[in-house]
């Protein structure tokens, strides 16, 4: 057997073994990655760059780097098109070979297939009072005879008189610009004014718009929000897959990365700072701003991310969040100069982070806080933002609880065999016939369901949503019991043993895939499934305990994949405490809505820093009853008695739970 090495795609999530000598391009296309080649690997055409991550990455257990491939330099066809723009490790994948392990992310430009980022912006009732507002005065022209008053003190005298803002400072860089814009406007000039008290640009003539972006910095995706400041709707929305995730898939991963690299932290931060002003690239586009720094048109910028996103954003050590007892170097919130963190944005104006709840309990938590306002409301509402990290809201307007939960990256398709991000080609919904065991799916980019009889589809792995149709409808069809182990000898062939005798489910035969093998269902695929909807479930019904609720009148599900989980399928495995179907309702990026009304009213900033405060966290890993219920929540959809060999199983899924389980 030709020697085999592991190879992990980012932000894919694709991973696999591949021969020795293979092309980091033929594994690739091996693992159904999408990977510009338009010259037929010629090596000619330079689409196909990747960057070799360099190091160890403890989480997968894999040495990678420039030493295991061949050339491990650069040849001189590579550097023909290997820019120094590009950044460091970058090589063309048609020409290295693979001669050991290797963890290589496939930027933005050489993705054929673009990653499917499901956070769309929904219309927000909101009143309009935004934190940066425009002002035009019309100044007359100075005379020999008013030597004694500056550009400065003229503006600041008019902007009073006309507007009645008094005490203004203005922002440096802007003051610099003053004396070209009064003169290019001919003595009319557009002052933005931040929070009534600084001016943080200057613009010749009258302008009215003003821009905001609202961001949201997910663990796996990013999103901004391009806001028209003087009606509130949303002019453009890009989005991006977490630079960050080739240095960890969650959160410990990544802080645990900053820990074992020297340089960790500081790779993690720049990887960020560079795909957020991709997004202030982009998304500037939709309104036309030439020039050489188009960005600068956006005035004003929210941001809500985790704590480990937040920490590492900013450039603080997140390493003491990683340890009990998980204390963030702040919670409140802040406003921070776009240019003091490299943004490339109106370098006058700020930054505003919203704060932190408490622990990994971040901004964004309070985002979904401030836009679903349970604080206002009187039923027992359970608000669940399904994500790599799993955040959860109980209460209502007498008192909300919120809590974290490490669900892991399971339901974004990692650490499943076949498990991929929403992309094209990926199975995104599934249902089983119950009799047959027969499946039929739908694969992102094509509109119908599918069945075998109907040949190709070019299928290439298994998405998030997928994941929990597929396990959902393999209990229903008695292909798993209870305990989620499967029941073999059922007389259909897509039961099976794999290689290694271990039992699977064939989704997709070879014949109807892009990758030419069978995409398959594990045991392991199940378990961690198991593991992250067991965290979930157990999460709510602790806190349910200590609320006092024994019913709940309405569950909320937020965030891109909470959006696009089917319903019956989370109910069906046992995410959350059972509601009826119809009070389970879907709320969209409940988090990037907070972000957004964070912009465009003033007063959701307040609000977001007073109910952060507010809220009550509750930590449920060290809660006695917390190794009980877990137990009881790995059952589907959950049971009376404990599951056995869990501990067992945990460490096998090198699940962050495992530690806090002691038999």
């Not at 489910?505 to 961690?528: K, P």
């Not at 119809?582 to 957004?596: L, M, P, S, T």
């Amino acid at each position: 057997m030709a020697n085999k090495h592991k190879v992990i795609f980012q932000p894919a999530g694709r991973r696999g073994e591949i021969e020795d000598g293979k092309t980091i391009l033929e594994a690739a296309q091996a693992l159904g990655v999408d990977l510009e080649a338009l010259c037929g690997n010629k090596k000619v055409c330079g689409k196909c760059k990747v960057r070799i991550e360099e190091g160890y990455f403890e989480k997968d257990n894999m040495e990678s780097g420039m030493a295991h491939i061949t050339p491990a330099a650069p040849t001189e066809d590579e550097l023909k098109h290997i820019k120094p723009e590009d950044g460091p490790g970058i090589r063309l994948a048609c020409s290295c070979e693979v001669h050991g392990d290797l963890k290589i992310f496939v930027p933005e430009r050489s993705r054929a297939g673009k990653q499917v980022v499901r956070k769309a912006a929904k219309e927000l009732i909101i009143a309009l009072d935004p934190a940066v507002k425009k002002y035009t005065v019309k100044l007359a022209s100075p005379t020999l005879h008013e030597m004694t008053t500056g550009d400065y003190e003229r503006v600041l005298k008019e902007l009073e008189t006309s507007y009645g803002l008094k005490g203004l400072t203005f922002d440096f860089k802007t003051l610099i610009t003053l004396q070209d814009v009064l003169r290019e406007g001919e003595w009319m000039a557009t002052l933005t004014v931040w929070q009534g008290k600084e001016i943080v640009k200057a613009e010749p003539g009258s302008v009215e718009v003003a821009y905001g972006l609202a961001v949201d910095i997910g663990t796996t995706t990013c999103v901004g929000y391009l806001c028209d400041l003087t009606t509130g709707k949303v002019v453009n929305t890009e989005s991006i897959m977490n630079p960050q995730v080739p240095y960890g898939e969650d959160v410990m991963s990544r802080i645990t990365y900053a820990m074992t690299n020297p340089e960790g932290l500081k790779t993690m931060q720049d990887a960020i700072i560079t795909g957020l002003n991709e997004i202030i690239e982009k998304v500037v586009t939709e309104i036309k701003k030439d020039g050489p720094n188009p960005g600068h048109a956006i005035e004003d910028l929210t941001i809500v991310f985790n704590t480990a996103m937040h920490h590492i954003f900013l450039g603080l050590n997140p390493v003491y969040i990683g340890r009990s007892p998980f204390i963030p170097a702040v919670q409140r919130s802040l406003d921070i100069k776009a240019r003091d963190l490299g943004l490339k944005i109106n370098p006058g104006s700020y930054i505003h982070v919203l704060p932190i709840e408490a622990g990994f309990v971040g901004a964004d938590n309070c985002g979904v806080l401030i836009a679903q306002e349970q604080y206002n409301q009187d039923e027992k509402v359970l608000i669940i933002d399904i994500g790599t990290n799993g955040e959860l809201l109980l209460g209502n307007r007498d008192r909300v609880s919120s809590t974290s939960c490490a669900t892991g990256p399971a339901f974004e398709g990692a650490q499943i065999k076949f498990g991929m991000r929403a992309a094209p080609g990926a199975i995104e919904k599934v249902k089983i016939d119950p009799e047959t065991k027969e499946p039929k799916y739908m694969v992102i980019g094509k509109a119908d369901w599918h069945t075998h009889v109907e040949g190709k589809i070019n299928a290439k792995g298994i998405c998030g949503s997928a994941i929990i149709d597929v396990i959902a409808e393999m209990f229903k069809a008695g292909i798993i019991d209870k305990t989620g182990k499967f029941v073999m000898d059922l007389g259909t062939n897509r039961v099976r043993r794999d290689a290694e005798g271990k039992p699977e489910y064939v989704l997709a035969w070879a014949d109807e895939t892009s990758i030419n093998a069978d995409i398959t269902v594990t045991q392991g695929d199940v378990r961690a499934l198991q593991l992250a909807k067991g965290a979930l479930y157990t999460g709510a019904k602790l806190m349910m305990k200590k609320m006092g609720y024994a019913t709940l009148d309405r569950v909320e599900l937020a965030g891109a994949f909470g959006s696009h989980i089917d319903r019956e399928a989370s109910l069906t495995l046992g995410m959350f405490p059972d509601v009826p179907i119809e009070k389970v309702v879907v709320v969209g990026n409940a988090a990037g809505d907070g972000a957004r009304m964070a912009l465009l009213n003033k007063a959701k900033r307040d609000e977001a820093e007073y109910r952060a405060r507010w809220v009550e966290f509750l930590e449920i890993a060290t809660d006695p009853a917390f190794e009980k219920e877990f137990m009881q929540a790995m059952h589907i959809p959950h049971m009376k008695d404990k599951f056995p060999n869990l501990k067992k199983m945990l460490e096998e899924q090198k699940s962050p739970v495992a530690a806090g389980i002691k038999g």
